[in-house]
Each structure stands twice: as structure tokens, then as C-alpha cells.
């Protein structure tokens, strides 16, 4: 068995044909969850890449692992926390997995063992045929900047739209820069702040860059035109390692996983981008909602569609179960396996996540925080600021209000006494010194 974990930077489910979008964004993913499994509801532990990175991984809540800001990533690598722990891809390499990927040495601490940066993934396929093979692909279309093929751009837009020049002027900014922030906000790297984790592997469109645009709600069919080309680029990728694996007689025997690292805004709160990118980040659904697919037709169904609510956490230890493997003491997730193979099993009713506004973007003296606990019907947010003494609570009823309009907090204390000690204790433990606790 080998397994291809792809996860797609940004890449939103509502905006795949899969989970119900019209436009044919994603026709190969599409493939995927007709021969597999998908996950209807699979929420980010955070709206920006390195916490959900860890917290996949290693099975964790970002509350467990800690790793969730510059700061506490600097402290980990640079004091070596790591030294000593075992994590799930080491485990898989006492197995005899080769651990590999993608710009995957930036966290070699977490087990990988091989950076194949630049080159061709088809081949490394071909290559490694003779051993199990763990690989991490991290392709990145769907962040920012958006600038795909000119004629995927036009499969997506309204033939009768045509932005004017102001709207022309406001997408270059869209198209070209990595950081797309409103006025009035300034980002790490415009401050001139260090970086914990330097761009100079990215690729020439994915260099750190900042621009600054007011986008204004008439953009937003262009941006999401933009945003879908760049679906399409990311799926064709995504088909050309389908045709490779199956041009070598493996891809019934590689287990292929495709999500992402969080979710996206386009324009539902007059910004595009995450957190990370546009600086006035949230934890609402189009920010930490994700894709999740899976497909292993030797132990897996084909085209069963899981409702209930998981988290990245969980992801992880189905794939040791798939492995007939012991689940790691480390992981805080469960496996979804049996709920896969339509066993009844008690599984948790809720999830976690939390971000800054900035995301990793954040100033160094930025201290707000914003944490949520999500269950199948309802969400539950606090604000807090550095010191956290001032707070402000949202409640959102995600049936009647999907988009999470109407702040109900006020209005169902009932829910709200049931939540808030399940979240405030979340924040106990997050709240910790980071320490080796992994």
C-alpha cells in the first residue's frame, strides 16, 4: 500500500463538483470521491496552513501541539522540542514507508525524511515502485495570488460580464501578490518582521509579496472566476498522477487523500484570501471548511458520502486503521473507518479550531485571538484581545444560518451554557507553555 496525501493550500469544498458546485472546477477530484469516500463536513483546526499542517499530521489538536503562531514555531524548531518524540511518520518509517513530498523538509522534525522540490512527482512514482511510499504532495494554485491560464478565467466567467478598468486595476492585485490585504492593515512582512519560515523554495508566482486593494462587491464574480481557473489548474494536476498511477498498474494500491490546509474567503465578508493574506481572518465555515476524500478500493466503498462532522485530527489515525495499525498514544483524533463501513460508533459532537486576524501574518505585538467549538448544528466563537480581559461572543445556528449572519448569543442561553465550558476548557489547554507535549 502506498499513500498520496494531496492537500491542496486554500482549496474550498463548496467550490468543487463533488460537493454540489455547477461548474466543472474539478471533474478528476470528482472522479475520486465517485470511487471513494467523501467527507461532507471536515473542519481545519485553525484558518491558516501550520497549525492544520501539524494538527493532520500528528493527529492533534492545535490545543495539544501548540505550534499555531511564529513565535511558538520558532521556539519548537530552534529549542528543538521535537528531540525525542515519535510521531505517527516515524512510525510509518519503521514500517518501511519512504516519507516524502513536497517542500516537506520545512517540517522534517514531524518525520519526513526527503524534499522532492522541483521534481517530477509523475516519476517519482515510477521510481519507487518496488517499496511503500508515503508521499506529501502540497501543490498551491488555489492561494493567492490567483492567476490562471487566461482560458481557464474565461471557462469560469459570465461571458456577459467585463470588469471595468477600476475593476481591471483591483484584480492585478488579486493576480500578483501572495498578501492581499485592505487598507488600513499592514502584514508581517511589510513591517519588515522575520519570518520563521522563509519563501526561497516557493516558486516564482508564490514568493511572499503584499498589495493593498479595497475590493468592492462588483469584483466578486471576477474573483471567483479567478479562484475557479485556479480549481482547475490544481485538478489537472491532480489527473495527471491519477493517469501516472494508473499507467503503472498502483493506483488500487495507493491510498490518495485530498484536502486542505483551511478554507477561503471570496468576497463573503468583502475580502479574498485567509488570514494569512488578507489580515482580517475569521473562523467562519468559508474559512476553516474543507474538502476531505478518500479513496482505497481495496478497504474502502465507493462513492459513500460521510455526514457527520470530523476534524483534520481525525484523518490520521484512519489511515493507521487502514493499516491495521495501533493508533499512536500522541493522537488526540479517532479513526473514521468504522463510521465509513456503516458501523454505529459514538464520535465526538464537537470540534475545535482558533486563529489570529493575521494569521502568520501577525505583528509581533498582535496578541488577539479568536477561538471557536463547532458542532453539527452550532458554532460558538470568542474574540478575545492580548490581555483577554475584553471578549465578544458570537453564536451562530449553522442550520438555519449557514452563511452566520444572525448572532444568536443573546438570544439561546441554552446553548451557549453548553458550549462555552467545552470551548473555555479547550482554552485551558491551549494556553499552556509550549513544551514537549507532542
Excluded at 512514482?125 to 508515503?134: A, E, I
Amino acid at each position: 500500500m502506498n499513500i498520496l496525501w494531496i492537500l491542496e493550500d486554500a482549496l474550498r469544498p463548496d467550490h468543487m463538483g463533488c460537493y454540489g458546485y455547477s461548474k466543472k472546477t474539478t471533474p478528476h477530484c470528482d472522479r475520486l470521491a465517485a470511487e471513494g469516500v467523501r467527507f461532507e463536513t471536515a473542519i481545519a483546526t485553525a484558518s491558516h496552513t501550520l497549525p492544520p499542517l501539524i494538527s493532520m499530521i500528528m493527529g492533534q489538536w492545535a490545543a495539544t501541539h501548540g505550534i499555531v503562531n511564529p513565535k511558538r514555531f520558532s521556539k519548537w524548531k530552534n529549542e528543538k522540542l521535537w528531540q525525542g518524540i515519535q510521531t505517527p511518520l516515524h512510525v510509518l518509517s519503521d514500517q518501511g514507508f519512504l516519507i516524502d513530498g513536497e517542500l516537506v523538509l520545512r517540517w522534517k522534525p514531524l518525520g519526513f525524511e526527503r524534499d522532492t522540490a522541483g521534481d517530477d512527482i509523475e516519476k517519482y512514482f515510477q521510481l519507487n515502485q518496488g517499496r511503500p511510499w508515503f508521499f506529501f504532495a502540497e501543490p498551491y494554485p488555489t492561494h493567492l495570488p490567483y492567476n490562471p491560464p487566461e482560458e481557464y478565467y474565461r471557462m469560469f466567467l459570465d461571458p456577459s460580464l467585463r470588469p471595468n478598468q477600476g475593476a481591471n486595476d483591483r484584480l492585478k492585485v488579486v493576480r500578483s501578490h501572495l498578501i492581499v490585504h485592505p487598507s488600513g492593515v499592514i502584514s508581517k512582512l511589510e513591517a519588515g518582521e522575520k519570518d520563521p519560515l522563509p519563501d526561497n523554495a516557493s516558486d516564482a508566482a508564490h514568493k511572499r509579496t503584499a498589495g493593498t486593494v479595497d475590493l468592492l462587491p462588483e469584483d466578486k464574480p471576477f474573483v471567483q472566476a479567478l479562484y475557479d481557473g485556479e480549481a482547475r489548474v490544481f485538478d489537472d494536476l491532480v489527473g495527471r498522477w491519477i493517469n501516472k498511477l494508473e499507467e503503472l498498474g498502483i493506483l488500487d494500491d495507493t491510498l490518495i487523500i485530498v484536502t486542505a490546509d483551511h478554507g477561503e474567503e471570496l468576497m463573503e465578508r468583502g475580502h479574498v484570501g485567509h488570514c494569512s493574506c488578507n489580515l482580517k481572518g475569521t473562523l467562519y465555515d468559508e474559512s476553516i471548511k474543507v474538502p476531505l476524500i478518500m479513496r482505497y478500493p481495496r478497504k474502502l466503498p465507493q462513492g459513500r458520502i460521510i455526514q457527520r462532522q470530523i476534524s483534520q485530527i481525525d484523518i490520521m489515525p484512519t489511515v493507521f486503521d487502514l493499516l491495521d495499525l495501533p493508533k499512536p498514544s500522541c493522537m488526540d483524533g479517532r479513526s473514521t473507518l468504522p463510521m465509513i463501513n456503516g458501523r454505529s460508533v459514538e464520535f465526538r459532537e464537537e470540534v475545535y479550531a482558533q486563529t489570529t486576524p493575521a494569521g502568520w501574518q501577525a505583528l509581533e505585538n498582535d496578541g488577539r485571538e479568536i477561538w471557536c467549538v463547532r458542532t453539527a448544528e452550532w458554532k460558538l466563537i470568542l474574540y478575545t484581545t492580548a490581555d483577554r480581559h475584553a471578549k465578544r461572543w458570537e453564536l451562530f445556528d449553522l442550520k438555519s444560518d449557514p452563511a452566520e449572519i444572525k448572532n444568536l448569543f443573546d438570544q439561546r442561553q441554552d446553548i451557549v451554557d453548553g458550549l462555552m465550558p467545552k470551548l473555555t476548557a479547550y482554552l485551558e489547554r491551549a494556553l499552556r507553555p509550549i513544551r514537549r507535549r507532542h
